[in-house]
């Protein structure tokens, strides 16, 4: 009896969704064929035909008047038997007596319980398929979600949790192409500590590592959000500074340099920094690994003037910047 109840409201259900793709196959097989067909033929076909061919235009009419016929009569038959199908759900909606022809055994009775299993198996296909669909996006969401996670897992650094030298190389090529082709400036600034070898040997790897966490923490404090910074390995740094000329990635640099020195770490050591600074385009260099070398040998000229201190790359800058050791 229930299942009596639902038949009208299943078939009334199905014949609206008949009635809807009916729509779409009239729009889809008629009217926007016929829509393309009159551009094509009124803005390409038409213009390249030689008006004084008779036999041409003749033949061009009688092919889109066919084609025309053809396609309306299709389009008719499609609509006749939607609206035959729409109009029989319907009616079964709107009398329920209707659904008791399915327990004759004649051929209506067979007929109609044939509409009716056809209904049903539409209705339960369409919930099976939003159900899918649910499922899929969900899954798909879930998806999304886990590779972010995993995506910045591989490019941060487990100690300091700043970015690891893999992201810091990839961030520099873009960089180095985006200079290319805007002529943006950039600089690279490398920074390595000193004495921090003693820090560890004498107070072991963990008090190293929170020697490392510290100074990353002051490396995000101090630095602007658009720029990369980074743990390149051991106890140096590399920062990349977006849209900075050399004179500005000096400036961060001695920054960073002096708050460093004058730092409280908990084991009371003291800790400096030297750091080495290259730029585009004020360093003529190629390619991201040239600008890199620049600033790594930068580096190491602060370490041999005397460590604590900031150098700039010398294939343009011969001076080191000043840096008074506190």
Do not use: C
């Not at 809807?20 to 889809?28: D, G, I, T």
């Not at 290319?180 to 072991?204: A, I, M, T, W, Y």
């Not at 004020?282 to 620049?294: Q, S």
């Amino acid at each position: 009896m229930a299942a009596m109840r639902e038949s009208p409201v299943v078939a009334a259900r199905a014949g609206k969704r008949v009635r809807q793709k009916v729509l779409w196959a009239l729009a889809l097989s008629s009217v926007l064929p016929l829509l393309v067909l009159a551009y094509v033929v009124h803005g390409y076909v038409v213009p390249a035909l030689d008006p004084s061919d008779r036999v041409q235009f003749v033949g061009l009419q009688a092919l889109v008047f066919f084609t025309l016929v053809a396609m309306i009569a299709g389009g008719w038959i499609i609509w006749s038997v939607g609206r035959t199908v729409a109009r029989m759900a319907d009616l079964m909606a709107r009398d329920p007596s209707m659904t008791h022809l399915s327990t004759r055994t004649d051929e209506v009775g067979a007929l109609m319980t044939s509409f009716s299993k056809m209904f049903e198996t539409i209705e339960r296909q369409a919930n099976e398929i939003n159900s899918f669909a649910m499922r899929l996006d969900a899954a798909y969401k879930e998806l999304e979600t886990t590779n972010a996670r995993l995506k910045e897992t591989s490019f941060k650094d487990e100690v300091t949790g700043l970015y690891n030298r893999r992201f810091f190389t990839i961030r520099l090529e873009e960089e180095i192409s985006r200079h290319r082709r805007f002529n943006h400036p950039v600089s690279v600034v490398l920074l390595d500590l000193d004495g921090f070898k003693q820090v560890n040997d004498e107070l072991g790897h963990a008090i190293g590592d929170e020697t490392l966490r510290d100074v990353a923490q002051i490396l995000m404090k101090h630095s602007r959000g658009i720029n990369v910074v980074s743990r390149y390995g051991g106890d140096e740094f590399a920062i990349l500074l977006v849209e900075t000329s050399k004179a500005g990635a000096r400036l961060y640099a001695d920054r960073i340099r002096e708050v460093i020195a004058r730092h409280a770490f908990t084991h009371s050591k003291r800790v400096t920094a030297s750091l080495g600074v290259a730029s585009l385009p004020e360093d003529d260099v190629a390619t991201a690994e040239d600008l890199f070398k620049l600033a790594d040998e930068a580096l190491y000229t602060a370490k041999r003037r005397g460590k604590n201190q900031v150098a700039a790359s010398e294939s343009t800058e011969k001076k080191t910047w000043n840096a008074a050791t506190s």
